[in-house]
């Protein structure tokens, strides 16, 4: 029996809906169709309970099925994502030998606050992404405000992203958004960025994976709004207050009107580039009518 199945890749973050796998294709044909659709040179298929999946037949229609993209590839149980306004309420579920276990969530330092929180994650692994925000937004958005004014120096925010992350800047960015040299002579590219990643990571106390997906989205928003040839994936510190948003946003605490601000600026993009190739095609096939004697 023909069954739809949808396909997800935790290490690419890719998802595909009803994948199609019939009953008379053999298992190779099946595994190169996945990795042909999923654009990947390896594929192993696994239960959401990280099993590992090897008889096809098996399958249930509609069933969500992990796709490990390389042989080393460790499989977790899948992780749905969510949102939390966190303040310590699961205290009791934290590694013991963790420094600060036992305190009161607010006592914590913030290197203890990131700890906590890391080692929920790998105590409870399906809940790895679900953010825990650790500060309302109201506290927040002051913060965004002061760091326009330079109100705090690199080298501080640099340690409080260390702190809260147990990472470095240059760690945190991926390549694709940072400048081939993020310092020269001790100081950074560009401190705004620095400032506002001090303010992310305020609030996402030991999830740095998760705020670097927000910011990666943030930048890809810009590039895609934009109305000229500025395409520079270089992180901007307006890309980090965007991130903020972004999380806020999808938590339900403020309305979504970055997402409707981008649908509108890619919805206006889209229309004009239409406009110029139904000119360019309305011109062409004029051309073509005038050489052949129209």
């Known amino acids: 029996m023909t069954k739809m199945v949808q396909l997800h890749c935790p290490s690419t973050g890719q998802t595909v809906d009803k994948f199609v796998i019939s009953p008379f294709q053999t298992h190779e044909q099946v595994i190169q169709g996945i990795r042909i659709r999923l654009g990947i040179q390896h594929a192993a298929l696994y239960t959401t309970d990280a099993k590992l999946i090897t008889n096809f037949d098996s399958l249930q229609e509609d069933q969500r099925v992990l796709v490990a993209a390389t042989s080393s590839e460790l499989m977790l149980p899948d992780a749905p994502t ?11 579920e934290v590694d013991p030998t963790t420094e600060g276990f036992e305190q009161p969530w607010e006592d914590l330092t913030e290197r203890e606050k990131c700890d906590h929180i890391l080692s929920l994650v790998e105590q409870k692994p399906t809940t790895r992404n679900k953010l825990r925000i650790t500060r309302p937004y109201q506290s927040v958005q002051p913060d965004l405000f002061t ?15 260390d ?54 989205e943030a930048v890809s928003m810009r590039m895609e709004r934009s ?23 999808r938590a339900g605490v403020i309305p979504a009107k970055l997402t409707k601000h981008k649908s509108a600026k890619v919805k206006q993009k ?25």
Do not use: C
């Open 147 to 161: 760091m326009h004014l330079n109100s705090i120096s690199p080298t501080e925010a640099e340690a409080l992203i």
């Open 163 to 216: 702190q809260r992350w147990r990472t470095t800047v240059e760690h945190f960015l991926p390549d694709a958004l940072k400048p081939a040299k993020p310092k020269t002579s001790g100081k950074f590219w560009d401190e705004q960025v620095v400032a506002t990643l001090s303010v992310l990571s305020s609030f996402t106390h030991g999830q740095s994976r998760l705020a670097r997906e927000f910011l990666e």
């Open 227 to 249: 109305v000229d040839d500025d395409k520079d994936s270089i992180v901007r510190g307006q890309d980090v207050i965007d991130a903020v948003a972004l999380v806020y946003e």
């Open 82 to 92: 969510g949102f939390i306004l966190y303040d310590g309420e699961e205290s009791d």
């Open 270 to 294: 889209e229309r004009r580039k239409a406009e110029k190739e139904k000119a360019v095609k309305e011109k062409k096939n004029a051309e073509a009518r005038r050489g052949s004697g129209w």
